[in-house]
C-alpha cells in the first residue's frame, strides 16, 4: 500500500505531503461548498465572512503543522484559496484584484503565512518538551542502514529550520511561551 487515510490525513509511505495537500483540498472545497450561501451572502459583511472561512473552511484545509510540505503544495493550497477568497468577494479573474487586497477586505492572512505559523507554533511546543519525551525522540530520531541513491528528500526540522531563518528566529526564543507566540505571529 503506497499511501493510507490516517485521522482524516493521507499519509504515503515516501513522506511526502502531496497526497495530504490534495485530501485536504478537497475536503477545504467541500466545507466551502457547504457553506456557499452564508460566504456570498451581500447582507454578510466581508469581515464575517472572512472569519466563517477561516474558522470553518480552511481550518478544515490547512492540515497538518507536521507535513513535510513542499513549495507545489504551498501553491496549490493558495490557488484553491484564491479562488474561494474570489468567489466570496465576487470578483472575477479578469477584475484583475490584487490576491492581497482581496484577502485584505475579509481579514485574512496568506494561507502560506498562517501554515508558516502553526509549524514554528508546533516546533516551540516540542522544543518546551523534555528530553525523554517521545515527540523530542522522533524529532531527533536517525533511521539507520543505508540511505537510498541521490538526494535527500527534504524534511520537516529542514523547513522548520528555513522558516526560522526566514523570519530571524532562534531555539532560545522558542523556551519562553509569551515571547514565542508573539515572534510567530509578529509579520515581517
Known amino acids: 500500500m503506497d499511501k493510507f487515510s490516517f485521522l482524516g490525513d493521507m499519509l504515503s509511505v515516501d513522506g511526502d ?30 469581515i ?32 484553491a484559496e484564491m479562488r474561494m477568497v474570489k468567489w466570496m468577494c465576487g470578483v472575477k479573474l479578469k477584475d484583475r484584484f490584487p490576491s492581497k487586497e482581496l484577502r485584505e477586505r475579509l481579514g485574512i492572512d496568506d494561507i502560506a503565512l498562517v501554515s508558516q505559523q502553526n509549524r514554528l507554533r508546533w516546533y516551540g511546543h516540542v522544543l518546551r518538551k523534555e528530553d525523554d519525551d517521545c ?31 526566514a523570519r530571524k528566529l532562534n531555539t532560545e526564543d522558542a523556551m519562553d511561551h509569551s515571547k514565542w507566540k508573539t515572534l510567530i505571529k509578529d509579520v515581517r
Open 135 to 165: 515527540v523530542t525522540k522522533c524529532i531527533v530520531y536517525e533511521v539507520e542502514g543505508p540511505r537510498p541513491r541521490g538526494r535527500p528528500k527534504r524534511n520537516w526540522r529542514q523547513v522548520v529550520k528555513e522558516d526560522c531563518q
Open 17 to 46: 505531503a502531496d497526497a495530504a495537500v490534495e485530501a485536504r483540498i478537497r475536503i477545504g472545497w467541500n466545507k466551502f461548498r457547504q457553506l456557499i450561501p452564508l460566504l456570498t451572502n451581500k447582507d454578510v459583511s466581508l
Open 48 to 79: 464575517m465572512r472572512g472569519r466563517l472561512y477561516s474558522s470553518c473552511v480552511r481550518s478544515s484545509m490547512h492540515g497538518s503543522e507536521t507535513w513535510n510540505i513542499r513549495k507545489e503544495n504551498v501553491v496549490a493550497l493558495q490557488r
